[in-house]
């Protein structure tokens, strides 16, 4: 086999970097008219609003966050464009969410009675997409040093996977529980998520697995 017909066969993708940005807002802003040309701003299309774009933010954030631990564990041509293309992926999300996603929840929080507790934990969530949106352009990532870039984004990641986490998680935010109407509006949401943290947690386990293995030698040498 040539490598031109390796080619064919490898994951192509005419999407990178700026593209993938204006592709996610695309997408977010499709998803926004289409609910409320149907149903204008009552109850149902906020409601589908809401759930669109936060669906489509959640896919583009969940590309971002599985780049870097799917490329260790199973390298291939798409998680090298996932890994290269991380950093739009989170730029991209980020529009998604301030621009489309963020005045869906501000309606249906003028609408809807929403816990304390949640609207706490989603605005904190907000608070950290846009600190880290800014953050994802030279100058200012410049300005705070690697090490706070590094805590900033490191904790918005996991905070933002958590969120989403409990946001499609059966009974609650309003979700049923766990029955065929769950799984079929939610479940797969919600497994993409839990094996996108899975991924991350076998790297960790890899790292300690080293680090274990290190030590233990090191003390096999001294002794």
Do not use: C
Request: charged share 10%; aromatic share 14%; net charge positive.
């Amino acid at each position: 086999m040539n490598e031109n017909s390796n080619a064919a066969f490898s994951f192509q993708l005419n999407l990178s970097k700026w593209n993938i940005v204006y592709t996610a807002i695309a997408i977010s802003a499709v998803l926004t008219v289409i609910p409320l040309a149907m149903y204008g701003i009552e109850k149902q299309g906020i409601v589908n609003w809401l759930d669109a774009t936060g669906r489509a933010g959640m896919i583009t954030f969940t590309a971002a966050f599985i780049a870097s631990p799917l490329h260790k564990l199973f390298p291939n041509s798409f998680s090298r464009w996932l890994l290269k293309n991380r950093r739009f992926l989170g730029i991209g999300f980020g529009f998604q969410h301030l621009i489309f996603h963020l005045p869906a929840v501000i309606w249906f929080l003028i609408i809807a009675k929403v816990p304390l507790d949640a609207m706490i934990t989603g605005g904190l969530g907000f608070i950290l997409v846009i600190f880290m949106l800014i953050t994802s352009f030279n100058a200012p990532a410049k300005w705070i040093g690697a090490r706070n870039w590094k805590i900033l984004h490191t904790t918005g990641m996991f905070y933002l996977m958590y969120v989403f986490i409990i946001s499609f998680y059966p009974g609650i935010s309003g979700n049923p529980s766990l029955n065929q109407t769950y799984l079929t509006n939610y479940g797969l949401f919600e497994l993409t998520l839990l094996v996108a943290v899975f991924l991350r947690i076998m790297i960790f386990a890899r790292k300690m697995k080293r680090v274990i293995s290190k030590q233990t030698s090191e003390q096999q040498i001294r002794s």
